[in-house]
T-cell receptor, first 113, second 114 residues
Framework: GNSVTQMEGPVTLSEEAFLTINCTYT??????LFWYVQYPGEGLQLLLK?????DKGSNKGFEATYRKETTSFHLEKGSVQVSDSAVYFC????????????FGGGTRLMVKP | DAGVIQSPRHEVTEMGQEVTLRCKPISGHDYLFWYRQTMMRGLELLIYFNNNVPIDDSGMPEDRFSAKMPNASFSTLKIQPSEPRDSAVYFC????????????FGQGTRLTVV
């Protein structure tokens, strides 16, 4: 079956530090890959996505590249802000498997001023 | 569109009582998902519907849980009887039946069973 593995948190960084949150996946087909963000007390929001190998998704300074050879989709940001503090979820969707998302366990990011 | 709307936002109930959570998906979306989020187990898919038909309910933890989607604009998740271990945040999400599209989540219902 499909699965997504994320690095465990919490990740604690100082403002303006570089961020990497690792994500690897297992899928039987050719999935689309997503990063969702959850701010305190809110639902999940799409942060970025990539639908095929070598695609780069980007939004709000965050980036992730779909690497088929390493089955990875690591999230990066060059300079984090306090407002980036949230829980980040990596997810995949196999387009021929019922449209359902498979989520990783989530990684909590805490950014200190 | 106002997005996926869930109600109530918070629910506190006593053990043994029936609880009904409600969801209005985004208009035109073909899929509806119910998730449960806890600290211990993370985000779990409970059940999902396609065009109002339940497709996979293998994530529903027990017979105490049931979900319905009587029409394209409304779904319910019912727990009867509720137990303290059901305390969690329950999310509803919806998506289009188009490859590569994302799911949109509601704000969630925080359920506390005392």
């Amino acid at each position: 079956g499909n699965s997504v593995t994320q690095m465990e948190g919490p990740v604690t960084l100082s403002e303006e530090a570089f961020l990497t949150i690792n994500c690897t996946y297992t899928a039987t087909g050719y999935p689309s890959l997503f990063w969702y963000v959850q701010y305190p007390g809110e639902g999940l929001q799409l942060l970025l996505k990539a639908t095929k190998a070598d695609d780069k998704g980007s939004n709000k300074g965050f980036e992730a590249t779909y690497r088929k050879e390493t089955t990875s989709f690591h999230l990066e940001k060059g300079s984090v802000q306090v407002s980036d503090s949230a829980v980040y979820f990596c997810a995949l969707k196999e387009n021929n498997a019922g449209n359902m998302l498979t989520f990783g366990g989530g990684t909590r990011l805490m950014v200190k001023p | 569109d106002a997005g996926v709307i869930q109600s109530p936002r918070h629910e506190v109930t006593e053990m043994g009582q029936e609880v009904t959570l409600r969801c209005k998906p985004i208009s035109g979306h073909d899929y509806l998902f119910w998730y449960r989020q806890t600290m211990m187990r993370g985000l779990e898919l409970l059940i999902y519907f396609n065009n109002n038909v339940p497709i996979d309910d293998s994530g529903m933890p027990e017979d105490r849980f049931s979900a319905k989607m009587p029409n394209a604009s409304f779904s319910t998740l019912k727990i009867q009887p509720s137990e303290p271990r059901d305390s969690a945040v329950y999310f509803c999400a919806s998506s289009l039946e188009i490859a590569n599209t994302e799911a949109f989540f509601g704000q969630g219902t925080r359920l506390t069973v005392v």
